[in-house]
């Protein structure tokens, strides 16, 4: 397709401007896709720790009357991490892809309007 508007287009420079426009805002809605990720494996990570520590806390502490209490109690917190961490990934994907098909969509209309 960029061929066609290449050898068709009578400003061949403006092209690949709009091209190379593109491109850049494609690798920088990725680079903020990976920081997003990023941000969340590490708040998970940290989460995680965070849970482990408490169940340890619990096992070496807690009164064995109440142990199996606090342990259900803390699979339920990592559970919810888990749920959550999923939750907000899906939502950082649909938004990147909603971006790129918005940026896919408006470069092909400023592509059409120079072929």
Known sequence: QLEHF????NNISTVREKVS????????????YDAEIADLEHLRTN??????????????NAPPG???ALLAENR?????????YESHKIAV??????VLAET?????LELQKEG
């Open 6 to 9: 290449l050898a068709t287009s």
């Open 66 to 68: 109440e142990r199996a």
């Open 21 to 32: 426009y593109f491109a850049d805002h494609r690798k920088q809605a990725r680079s903020n």
């Open 93 to 98: 994907m649909r938004n990147h892809s909603k």
């Open 47 to 60: 989460g995680e720790a965070n849970l482990d520590a408490e169940r340890q806390q619990i096992m070496l």
């Open 104 to 108: 896919i969509e408006v470069e092909q």
């Open 76 to 84: 339920d917190k990592v559970q919810q991490l888990k749920n959550e």
